[in-house]
Nanobody, 122 residues
Framework: QVQLAESGGGLVQAGGSLRLSCAASGSNFGTNSMAWFRQAPGKQREFVAACNWNGVVTFYSNAVKGRFTISKDNAKNTGSLQMNSLKPEDTAVYYC???????????????WGQGTQVIVSS
């Protein structure tokens, strides 16, 4: 069983930056991959970024590539998502999640945090 808690969301102007954090408790986080998804009102949850168990191999959606950076600190059981050059279309609730191997499909994940709201104003 893994429990996840996201933090760091907020209101930011377009072009600004935010750093989201994910605190994990329970077993397996250190050997699991980690991913971030987001869900805007009226839309399906979509893949944002993922990394393998040690954070060395990373994956990004085309929408955020070059602007967002995912990282994972196994010693602290935490992960983060650095978001730069934010755009209004990045507005969504952001969720972190984890599983043994990377997947870009939200249906493959069993554990989710409560999410953190990001609002980017134009």
């Amino acid at each position: 069983q893994v429990q996840l808690a996201e933090s760091g969301g907020g209101l930011v102007q377009a072009g600004g930056s935010l750093r989201l954090s994910c605190a994990a408790s329970g077993s397996n986080f250190g050997t699991n991959s980690m991913a971030w998804f987001r869900q805007a009102p009226g839309k399906q949850r979509e893949f944002v970024a993922a990394c393998n168990w040690n954070g060395v191999v990373t994956f990004y959606s085309n929408a955020v590539k070059g602007r967002f950076t995912i990282s994972k600190d196994n010693a602290k059981n935490t992960g983060s998502l650095q978001m730069n050059s934010l755009k209004p279309e990045d507005t969504a609730v952001y969720y972190c999640t984890t599983r043994p191997s990377v997947s870009k499909s939200p249906e493959d994940y069993d554990y989710w945090g409560q999410g953190t709201q990001v609002i980017v104003s134009s």
